[in-house]
T-cell receptor, first 116, second 113 residues
Framework: GAGVSQSPSNKVTEKGKDVELRCDPISGHTALYWYRQSLGQGLEFLIYFQGNSAPDKSGLPSDRFSAERTGGSVSTLTIQRTQQEDSAVYLC??????????????FGPGTRLTVL | GDSVTQMEGPVTLSEEAFLTINCTYTATGYPSLFWYVQYPGEGLQLLLKATKADDKGSNKGFEATYRKETTSFHLEKGSVQVSDSAVYFCALHGSSNTGKLIFGQGTTLQVKP
């Protein structure tokens, strides 16, 4: 079946512009996660959705970052007034049961964001 | 807070060599432990997992044993292949009840024929 998809696969933007990154999780997966993979910082958790609500936003690095999820499905990560340090690969993952410690997370291919 | 420390790479091995990638963790309680792999140009995939002390996870010839006494989850394979070249991430489900993963820095493995 279809896996997690993300779009765009690559995004180049100028400093100060806003960007939107999209994630389509596996159908029926109630848990959705955003992570960021950058040089020097490794893989960092950003935000967790259970259905349409986000009980854990502790990883968002600043108030320029926000995310929403609609219909318990698609999620959008928005970065306002992008900075060069935002350059990274943004990964989305979904899991069939919210909050389960043993449930595998299925990752998308990522969106590579470059801020010039 | 919860954290994972992996040996730094890159690790370069010849085909059929023995592989060990060290991973240690700091966490409260009894976290679940994972190894994820990222092949070139592909997304992260779960390689194996262990959910309690002394559990051994295994997959594709790779093994890792959950050692609570040493807070370790080292990845091993007896005979690596060129196709094993990838980046390997150790991770844990920490003390939060959200299921979020805490990752190590990743270790790049290159296997030469």
């Amino acid at each position: 079946g279809a896996g997690v998809s993300q779009s765009p696969s690559n995004k180049v933007t100028e400093k100060g512009k806003d960007v939107e990154l999209r994630c389509d999780p596996i159908s029926g997966h109630t848990a959705l996660y955003w992570y960021r993979q950058s040089l020097g910082q490794g893989l960092e958790f950003l935000i967790y959705f259970q259905g349409n609500s986000a009980p854990d936003k502790s990883g968002l690095p600043s108030d320029r970052f926000s995310a929403e999820r609609t219909g318990g499905s698609v999620s959008t990560l928005t970065i306002q007034r992008t900075q060069q340090e935002d350059s990274a690969v943004y990964l989305c993952a979904s899991s069939p049961v919210a909050g389960g410690k043993w449930n595998e997370q299925f990752f998308g291919p990522g969106t590579r964001l470059t801020v010039l | 807070g919860d954290s994972v420390t992996q040996m730094e790479g890159p690790v370069t091995l010849s085909e059929e060599a023995f592989l060990t990638i060290n991973c240690t963790y700091t966490a409260t309680g009894y976290p679940s432990l994972f190894w994820y792999v990222q092949y070139p140009g592909e997304g992260l995939q779960l390689l194996l997992k262990a959910t309690k002390a002394d559990d051994k996870g295994s997959n594709k010839g790779f093994e890792a044993t959950y050692r609570k006494e040493t807070t370790s989850f080292h990845l091993e394979k007896g005979s690596v292949q060129v196709s094993d070249s990838a980046v390997y991430f150790c991770a844990l489900h920490g003390s939060s009840n959200t299921g979020k993963l805490i990752f190590g820095q990743g270790t790049t493995l290159q296997v030469k024929p």
